[in-house]
């Protein structure tokens, strides 16, 4: 099985992180996708003939046969009030699924607005998660606190922001959460090592990681679709584009400051 995966290619992970109505909408940092955009990646993913799964549903169908159907998994990092107005209703309405990686310290994106000036855009409320969680449709995984750099914080900050983090969501969904994202998907071996002690069992990057999951549970490769042309939409679907783009690009490493 390893081998065909290795021929054949891995599931295709996508990373979102809003949904706007109209182009205007989005901030500067342009990380969003229109509705009418969102709406158009699910047809040709179901026109595909693709079943979208969480990483609990990848959890119970197991590693070894994630390649016996045809699978592909919808990341959203943040956790934008968009995704309960505008990617709920839309993955409902071809019932569909995705993942939602949540931040909990903060009320909306700090990380941009404060800093680099961008638009202020909330995030969602404990009940938005709790309805969306209960809908079926969205897991809920892990982004810190506050959306820092994590190769620049200390164990014990570190450890704060991974887990103060996993107990609110927790808390609010009611269930045990087990995938988890970095921030701009800046990692190392030592914060890897911190969200495996957490108790997560994925976790997932965005410039790094070799594009086979089972090569490193925690780092699995993403890739970005805001920005996104329907072309390269098109490749970025198929299950070889991933390790294409490691082959292409190798894996970016990121200066961890207090790493020995
Ligand atoms: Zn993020």
């Known amino acids: 099985m390893l081998f065909k995966i290795k021929k054949n290619g891995d599931i295709p992970v996508l990373m979102y992180h809003q949904f706007v109505e109209n182009e205007g909408d989005g901030g500067k940092i342009k990380l969003y996708v229109t509705r009418k955009t969102f709406e158009l990646h699910l047809k040709i993913i179901k026109f595909l003939g693709y079943k979208t799964i969480t990483f609990k549903d990848l959890d119970k169908i197991g590693l070894e046969n994630r390649r016996k159907d045809k699978y592909i998994i919808i990341t959203v990092d943040d956790g ?14 071809y019932n569909m699924k995705a993942v939602i990686f949540y931040v909990t310290g903060v009320k909306y994106n700090t990380w941009t607005a404060d800093d680099l000036g961008e638009k202020k855009f909330n995030l969602m409320n404990e009940e938005e998660v709790k ?8 897991e809920f995984g892990g982004h810190t606190l506050t959306h820092p750099s994590m190769v620049t914080l200390d164990n014990s900050t570190l450890k704060k922001e991974i887990e103060d983090n996993k107990r609110d969501i927790e808390k609010i969904i009611e269930e045990k959460i087990i995938t988890f994202a970095y921030p701009y998907g800046h990692n190392s071996l030592r914060v890897q090592e911190m969200v495996k002690e957490a108790g997560y069992k994925y976790g997932v990057s965005t410039d790094s990681g070799t594009g086979f999951i089972s090569d490193n549970l925690y780092d699995i490769r993403r890739t970005a679709i805001d920005k996104t042309s329907i072309f390269d939409f098109l490749r970025k679907v198929s299950p070889k ?5 490691y082959k292409k690009r ?11």
């Open 80 to 93: 934008y009030r968009d995704n309960y107005d505008i990617l709920y209703p839309t993955l409902k309405k």
């Open 131 to 138: 309805k969306l969680h209960k809908s079926g449709l969205i």
């Open 241 to 245: 584009y991933l390790h294409y783009k």
């Open 250 to 260: 190798g894996n970016k490493k990121f200066k961890d400051e207090y790493e020995k």
